[in-house]
């Protein structure tokens, strides 16, 4: 029977449960109600209704139409706002009674299902729960709760909700501070539902994480989320935000959860996808976190830096600031980026977590590039592209800047939100580069190469060791720009002006290949705080090529790494040996470099530039531990840009193992690695997926799970058409019928979910024409369901 519609172009259709009446939805933000029955008269419409009109809407494309348990329908659907005010919303509306909600998204709806009751045969409908697949997150709202919170989710979650900025993992976190994390974020979910997460099925064969990691991420938006990384899936434990310590456009007491009982349509923001920043210079660039003192730092585009504390409690404070001159009232120089941000007066009230105590502002306010924290001195370091410096949190003062920028360079005081760059100067710097590595042509063919060598046996030929073939490295000038960018900041208790006396240090590396040490004297506990820390310069390296200084080490008289601040006062770790010399590793883009201290005299390198044709992007130390005993080693785990890891043996820098990792055009991936301390690592390769990867035997996680079918395989929909059944039905008889003809290989309860789906033919043709367009022959859609099943059946993805 056809009805004419007018105007009206007909969107969607839903056919609801009893099978007595269906739901149209219409392209000018209507929807109609219509009886069926098995008379030959014209229908009409049981009820007509534009939910947000009389004005002209947009179109609802996708509507769920039920009546619950109370007698009352449950009405969603999808779009229908007001075209003129809301027409760039992404929406789907709720209405049960007198209850109606616009849950408004941030990125565009591609569909929605909801969970009701799951027993066909029941009378009403009992719908609990709506599952939303926006274009970047899920969504569950509880339908079952009063106002219909959202739900936590458990995996699946949207990491890039802000955009990523940087990123920070610590390993093997004490109890006590991840209960006092965990507890903390769930005082900031309150608003979120109790209802446990409504999708379920399968079974997770992946063993108990052995230890407790955290993966710590900056966002553009000046919020650090703290994500539970012990297991395969990334969840959400904890958020930070330092929004309210500075005056910006955004109101932080802002609820977006919160709308006005007058306003229409009824709006409200679900999801935790947020794109915007209010303000680009309140991004996160660095974050070291200690877990033995439960100390925070963090540093922000505009030079801002953060230190930290763990509370319990919701606490109103006064936050100390202090303003870090690293020009040092130097004449010639005026930045022209992003002026600073500005400081909060007065007590700021912090909700229970990482609550601010001191804030240090860099001047000029420029990115800042690194950042140390040593919780046993109470010291902080942080650098810049115009130097570094050092604060006392315990003290609340400065101890010493040091400016480390080039007469010549403009560049960097022109800032990373400022457009402006000099296209003479780049250009004449990169002609004068091209002149300098113009080497004559210096190449001997192979013949005449072999004319010179006598001519000896084969077999003593095969015993000569012939040195590896070394490319040429040309030095940079002191002349390039950013070459006060400090790269890397260090803490060390070492020798650094005799051998008989050790000292606290601070150690730092620039873009130019400087390498600046600084004997620290930090007074005893009982008197930390009233005598000052005092800083002096002992020590400056220059390497040969200039290149740019990305990690500095310290080896003990073992040749081991120095332990982490506090870790000998709890017993887990060795304390360093004092006794014998200790060694100083640098570790620049194109070499590995050790010196012996406190002489500072050159004492083994590794040429990787030279040797392997890369350069150095990142580097750390990683724990190696047996899977058999007890043995463990300590090594060094390089990341080049050409996308490979090479395992670096300590002290003698051998290449033990070279590995491709990520792919060499995959900039970004490179720059958002991050390791862990046992061989992990993470890396984006997406603005929303992280890629984990493991250079460990012993430290492996891996997904491990088991989806388990009916025996039915055949898709019994509630809201089925008369007859689609029995079509099911004979399909299933077909599929098996067919399968018994193969080879007697009988269905039984259990298989896999793939298996099931890769025995309906139908269910196959359907998605390979959807994926592919319709395009292709049958045949071809066939071989490629073959490939597929292959694949599946051999455990892929």
């Avoid at 996160?284 to 230190?307: E, M, P």
């Avoid at 404070?317 to 007065?346: C, F, N, S, T």
């Avoid at 080896?555 to 790494?561: A, F, I, Q, V, Y």
């Avoid at 406190?598 to 083994?604: D, E, G, H, Q, R």
Wanted: net charge neutral.
């Amino acid at each position: 029977m056809h009805h004419f519609l007018g105007n009206q172009q007909l969107e969607n259709l839903f056919w609801q449960k009893n099978g007595h009446q269906i739901v149209s939805c219409h392209s000018d933000g209507s929807y109609i109600q219509w009886p069926v029955s098995s008379d030959d008269r014209q229908p009409e419409p049981l009820e007509s209704k534009m939910p947000y009109g009389p004005f002209p809407c947009k179109a609802i494309t996708k509507i769920y139409w039920q009546i619950a348990k109370n007698g009352l329908p449950y009405i969603i659907f999808q779009g229908g706002m007001p075209r003129a005010s809301f027409g760039d919303r992404h929406s789907i509306s709720v209405i049960h009674g007198n209850q109606q909600i616009a849950f408004d998204f941030t990125s565009r709806v591609i569909d929605f299902f909801v969970i009701a009751s799951p027993d066909p045969l029941a009378e009403f409908d009992d719908p609990s729960a709506m599952l939303v697949l926006a274009e970047e997150e899920l969504v569950v709202i509880d339908l079952k709760s009063p106002g219909w919170p959202s739900v936590p989710p458990p995996y699946l979650a949207s990491l890039h909700c802000s955009a990523i900025t940087c990123s920070h993992h610590v390993s093997n976190i004490p109890l006590k501070l991840w209960e006092r994390i965990i507890s903390a974020g769930n005082k900031q979910n309150s608003h979120f539902s109790n209802m446990p997460w409504p999708i379920d099925g399968g079974t997770s064969l992946a063993p108990d994480p052995p230890q407790r990691d955290l993966l710590l991420t900056g966002h553009e938006d000046g919020t650090v989320r703290f994500w539970n990384a012990s297991g395969v899936c990334l969840s959400l434990l904890y958020k930070l935000s330092t929004v309210r310590v500075f005056l910006t456009d955004a109101d932080p007491n802002d609820n977006m959860n919160q709308m006005g009982d007058d306003e229409w349509p009824p709006l409200r923001k679900v999801g935790s996808f947020d794109p915007y920043s209010d303000d680009p210079r309140l991004g996160i660039q660095k974050i070291f976190l200690c877990k033995y003192s439960g100390y925070l730092a963090v540093a922000g585009t505009a030079g801002q830096v953060l230190v930290m504390e763990l509370n319990d409690e919701e606490a109103e404070q006064v936050i100390d600031h202090a303003e870090a001159d690293l020009l040092q009232d130097q004449e010639g120089y005026r930045w022209k980026g992003h002026e600073r941000l500005k400081a909060r007066e007065g007590p700021v009230r912090f909700e229970p977590g990482f609550q601010p105590f001191v804030l240090v502002q860099c001047q000029p306010p420029a990115v800042v590039t690194s950042l140390a924290l040593h919780s046993e001195w109470k010291l902080v370091a942080f650098g810049t592209s115009h130097g570094f410096g050092l604060f006392d949190h315990q003290q609340k003062r400065l101890v010493f800047v040091k400016c480390t920028l080039h007469p010549s360079d403009q560049l960097a005081l022109e800032g990373p939100l400022s457009r402006v760059k000099s296209l003479k100067k780049s250009l004449r710097q990169s002609f004068r580069r091209m002149r300098r590595s113009r080497v004559s042509n210096r190449k001997r063919r192979t013949a005449e190469v072999q004319e010179g060598i006598p001519r000896y046996d084969q077999d003593a030929l095969q015993e000569i060791e012939l040195a590896p073939v070394q490319r040429k490295i040309e030095a940079r000038s002191a002349e390039d720009s950013f070459t006060g960018f400090v790269r890397t900041l260090y803490f060390a208790d070492t020798f650094l002006r005799d051998s008989s006396r050790h000292c606290p240090s601070l150690w730092a590396g620039t873009n130019g290949g400087t390498v600046y040490a600084f004997s620290l004297r930090v007074p005893p506990a009982e008197r930390r705080m009233d005598e000052p820390v005092k800083a002096e310069q002992a020590k400056e390296i220059q390497l040969m090529h200039r290149a740019p200084v990305v990690g500095i080490l310290v080896l003990d008289g073992r040749s081991t790494p120095l332990p982490e601040p506090l870790e000998v006062a709890h017993d887990l770790s060795k304390s360093p040996d004092m006794q014998g010399s200790h060694q100083l590793l640098v570790v620049s883009e194109e070499q590995l470099k050790i010196f012996t201290l406190p002489k500072v005299s050159s004492k083994l390198k590794l040429k990787l530039t030279a040797l392997e044709g890369c350069r150095v992007r990142k580097v750390t130390v990683a724990n190696f531990a047996s899977n058999k005993d007890e043995y463990s080693e300590n090594n060094l785990a390089v990341l080049t840009n050409l996308g490979d890891i090479h395992i670096i043996s300590l002290p003698v820098l051998k290449i033990q193992v070279r590995n491709p990792c990520i792919r060499k055009e995959d900039v970004s991936g490179i720059a958002s690695c991050v390791f862990t301390r046992y061989g992990q690592g993470f890396y984006l390769i997406s603005p929303s997926e992280f890629e984990r990867f493991s250079l460990s035997t012993k430290w492996l996680v891996e997904p491990r799970c088991l989806v388990e079918a009916p025996e039915n395989t055949s898709n019994n929909y509630a809201h089925n058409m008369p007859g689609m059944e029995k079509a099911s039905k004979k399909s299933n008889r077909e599929s098996g019928r067919g399968s018994s003809e193969q080879g007697g290989d009988e269905r039984k309860p259990g298989k896999l979910m793939e298996c099931a789906l890769l025995n309906d033919e139908k269910v196959l043709k359907e998605i390979q024409s959807t994926l592919e367009g319709g395009r292709g022959s049958y045949g071809d859609r066939i071989s490629k369901r073959m490939q597929l099943g292959h694949r599946l059946s051999n455990g892929g993805e």
